[in-house]
């Protein structure tokens, strides 16, 4: 009688079965978990009183995280469609005619333009990074008078110009006013590389939509090369 061969089966060997020691640790493992997470909730449950400050906590975390979040956007949103027309900055007090020059910069997307007037500011007024990296420091000059006011003079580009490179770290130094400058500092400031904004070119700035650094002429020129058609 022919006998013929057996088939042989597809798909190799036999599969290899996890140990018995591969067993014996993860039970022991998922008991121990089990066991720990008993306790815990035993424990809780008899100290109650710790979730209270517990859940105030990360309720008033999750608070102040929520406000920032909101007031960052709303400024953002603010800053984006900023607009000023000269007799509001005029009329605001020397402190927010500063606070609206920061307003202004980070419309004009500078990072980090912050307001760093007030006693001992050694000449800087508002610091900003602009999108090309160069740190700004500007001091701010106003006059509630406008035009009628006492004009900028040579003194208070020498107090900038002393001290925005060595002290500030400045790249860009600036000096803005809502009034008029007299012609040795216009000349100064020209001979020092200091650059000034007057009333005119406040204007101008604060009606948008051109940057500061459009209207002033600093655009680096790779940015230049960039932009162009």
């Known amino acids: ?28 493992g998922t008991a121990v978990a ?8 035993t424990w809780l449950t008899a100290h109650a009183w710790v979730l209270i400050p517990a859940t105030a906590l990360a ?20 800053d984006h469609g900023l607009r000023y027309e000269l007799p509001l900055l005029d009329a605001l007090h020397h402190s927010e005619f500063e606070h609206a020059i920061g307003a202004l910069l980070r419309r004009d997307g500078y990072r980090n333009a912050v307001r760093v007037g007030g006693s001992g500011d050694l000449g800087a007024d508002v610091t900003a990074t602009d999108p090309f990296g160069r740190r700004w420091v500007i001091q701010c000059k106003h006059r509630r008078r406008g035009d009628a006011g006492s004009p900028v003079g040579t003194r208070d ?16 130094a600036v000096l803005v006013t809502n009034g008029r400058t007299t012609s040795p500092a216009r ?8 650059h000034l904004v007057d009333r005119r070119l406040l204007a101008a700035w604060a009606a948008g939509p ?8 600093t655009t680096p020129p790779r940015a230049r090369r960039t932009s162009a058609p």
């Open 187 to 194: 000349v100064f400031a020209r001979e020092q590389g200091l």
């Open 59 to 78: 309720a008033a975390a999750g608070a102040g995280w929520a406000y920032r979040h909101h007031r960052a956007r709303r400024q953002a949103l603010q």
């Open 210 to 217: 051109h940057p500061l650094w459009q209207l002033l002429g």
């Open 34 to 41: 089990i066991t720990l997470a008993a306790k815990a909730v």
């Open 1 to 28: 009688m022919t006998r013929w061969p057996a088939r042989r089966r597809r798909g190799g060997g036999r599969r290899q079965r996890p140990s018995d020691a591969t067993l014996f640790t993860a039970l022991a």
């Open 157 to 172: 580009l020498q107090i900038l110009n002393g001290t925005a490179r060595p002290v500030h770290r400045a790249d860009i």
